[in-house]
Each structure stands twice: as C-alpha cells, then as structure tokens.
C-alpha cells in the first residue's frame, strides 16, 4: 500500500469513528464544538470567558483542551467553574476522534448540553480531521493577515462560523475587514462572522448563542470537510496508529 493510500485509509478510519460519535452524544443532547485557529489567536481566552458566560446561565458546558505539552490552557479554562480536561498529544498537531473518545469515558457530565473541543493551535493538520463536531468553527486574531483564508482554504473552507479576534487591534494592526471577508467568502461563501474581543467581552453572547442554536437545529451552512469549492484537496498529514 502506498504512502497515499496509507494516509486516506487513515482519515476513512477517523470519519468512521467520529460520524458514530456525533451519532451517540447526538442521542445523550451533546453539541460538540471544534474550534480551530493559530496559535496566538486568543482561542482560550475568548473560550474561557464564553464557558464562564454559560456557567452564569446555567447552561451545563465542559470543555476539552488539547496542547502538544503543559496543562496551562486547562488551568486556564477551569476558572470558568466549567468541567474541563487536558489533552496532551504528545508531539500530535492535531486531536482525533479517537483521543476525544477516549477522553471522554468516565469523565463527561451526563447533563452536558455543549462540549466545547479547543483544538491545536494550527490551521493545516486539524482542518482534515473531523471530530465528531456539530459545529466547526475557525477563529483568526486581525493582527494574522486578511489572505489567511486563501493561505488555508481547507480550515476556513470547513467552517460553519469564522470569528475575528482581538478586534481592539484592528486599526494598531492596519486589519482591513473588508479584502479579509472577501477572500473568506471566495473559500467559503455564505459563511457568517462573529467579531469579538475577548478583553471587552465583545462578542462573547453572539458566539455562545451561536453554539446553543446548534443544538437544535444543524448548521444551515455546510458539513465539516465539504469539499473546497476550487477543489482544493485535504491535507493528509501521517498520523500515529491507535
């Protein structure tokens, strides 16, 4: 078997799995997000203050976080008062299914309503992996560049919702909103963005809404992994065996 076929064998594998996980926690009234970005793009602080933004409402959510080392960003994201697990890759640029199955075991409140899934920071090797998510969203700081969706049509072109960040810098930054959501909709049109600012709070309601309709109602948008609209091909990245 070549190389190639070695790689797609192993993302059927993971589709399999994850598609039979979205399956079982769709039953248990789980939502399950998968949030994507660089590293830098303040993922966990805008997570954190959406957990802590739940847990005021009363909306049972955990959260699974997942780093190559250290359990920093868990510690971080405890403090919201939500559940919330550390996931260390060992050296993996991307989570699995079978790694948020097997955290899931024994350890996710049976009330959950939405799991929050803080991916590696990283927009190529993630991107080609579902996780049994019901919703998908990518997130980019306004200081990455208004071309990052034309760098990495495969994450933004899966994405349900894309979300700016750190937009308290756009202007320091020179961000042009406009050429950012043009190149985001020639990867992915019709998808809808959520500007936030995690210092502010800006942001933080909408997202969190966002997530919660996802539970009733599956994203009108498109499938995680529906195919570039240019034809742009998945990345396949060799993974370690289960």
């Not at 954190?48 to 739940?54: E, I, K, Q, S, T």
């Not at 080392?69 to 640029?93: I, K, Y």
């Amino acid at each position: 078997m070549c190389r190639s076929d070695v790689k797609q064998a192993v993302l059927a594998k993971n589709d399999d799995l994850a598609a039979s996980l979205r399956e079982e926690l769709t039953r248990q009234g789980v939502t399950v997000v998968n949030l994507l970005s660089s590293p830098g793009s303040g993922k966990t602080e805008l997570l954190g203050r959406v957990l802590a933004r739940a847990v005021e409402r009363d909306v049972p959510v955990a959260a699974l976080t997942a780093d190559l080392a250290t359990e920093n960003d868990a510690v971080r994201l405890a403090r919201s008062g939500a559940p919330v697990q550390q996931v260390l890759t060992d050296g993996l640029c991307h989570l699995e299914a079978r790694q948020v199955r097997g955290h899931l075991e024994g350890w996710l409140p049976a009330d959950t309503a939405v799991l929050f899934v803080e991916n590696v920071g990283n927009l190529v090797c993630p991107a080609s992996y579902d996780l049994g998510e019901s919703l998908r969203i990518v997130l980019m700081a306004v200081t990455e560049g208004e071309d990052k969706p034309l760098k990495y049509p495969t994450a933004f072109g899966s994405a349900h919702l894309v979300v700016i960040t750190k937009t308290d810098l756009a202007e320091a930054a020179g961000f042009d909103e406009a050429a950012f959501l043009a190149n985001l909709q020639r990867v992915n049109p019709g998808v809808e963005t959520v500007r936030s600012c995690a210092r502010t709070g800006d942001g933080v309601d909408t997202l969190l809404a966002h997530t919660l309709a996802a539970r009733h109602a599956a994203p009108s948008h498109r499938p995680p992994l529906a195919p570039h609209p240019h034809g742009h091909h998945h990345h396949t990245a060799a993974t370690t065996a289960p």
